[in-house]
């Protein structure tokens, strides 16, 4: 399967502690794409990360990739009760037209 | 900009009716996708679209069907509703499939009586 796994499946941590999330795969990728999901809402895309690099990041989130491990992780420093919510990961193998996605982690911030 | 639209946002069907969830865009993206999602779970794949006139199945396809005349509008259709498919509904897009990011409508809670 494509699907990527989270780990871990669901973290509690302290508001403006950082939080570190991870993925793996099985597939070599082209691409894997991290995404958010607040209760109830639809998803939102945070980071794309290309198989040529190694890390990005956008504001208070840093992505790794690791081609050789097969992994990702997701790093989301100085949290705020906003970041609660359960976070997706979606490797995309080369030609690959599905976008899948595991069951994710589920981050609450604590205030 | 509206983005991804999903209607209706509730519908309760009872078993054996027909219905269709609708799903439209306003960004010409090519690519668009259905997933439902249950209780504590991911979201699984239903059917996706890589352009008007082209559908695929996803990963749970049986009981969905999809068609895709114009860009904008994905269209879902349940033909004969089942209790198993009481779920939360996504249609999602982007401009060039997996390749870029995808964009969410905010779902349809679907519940089969």
């Given at each position: 399967s494509q699907q990527g796994e989270e780990d871990p499946q669901a973290l509690s941590i302290q508001e403006g502690e950082n939080a570190t999330m991870n993925c793996s795969y099985k597939t070599s990728i082209n691409n894997l794409q991290w995404y958010r999901q607040n209760s109830g809402r639809g998803l939102v895309h945070l980071i794309l990360i290309r198989s040529n690099e190694r890390e990005k990041h956008s504001g208070r989130l840093r992505v790794t990739l690791d081609t050789s491990k097969k992994s990702s992780s997701l790093l989301i420093t100085a949290?705020?009760?906003?970041?609660t919510a359960s976070y997706f990961c979606a490797p995309i193998p080369f030609g690959n037209e599905k976008l899948t996605f595991g069951t994710g982690t589920r981050l609450t911030i604590i205030p | 900009n509206a983005g991804v639209t999903q209607t209706p946002k509730f519908q309760v069907l009872k078993t054996g009716q027909s219905m269709t969830l609708q799903c439209a865009q306003?960004?010409?993206?090519e690519y668009m996708s259905w997933y439902r999602q249950d209780p504590g779970m991911g979201l699984r794949l239903i059917h996706y679209s890589v352009g008007a006139g082209i559908t695929d199945q996803g990963e749970v396809p049986n009981g969905y069907n999809v068609s895709r005349s114009t860009t904008e509008d994905f269209p879902l259709r349940l033909l004969s509703a089942a209790p198993s498919q009481t779920s939360v509904y996504f249609c999602a897009s982007s401009?060039?499939?997996?390749g870029t990011e995808a964009f969410f409508g905010q779902g349809t809670r679907l519940t089969v009586v």
């Open positions: 949290s705020r009760a906003a970041d | 306003d960004m010409n993206h401009s060039s499939g997996t």
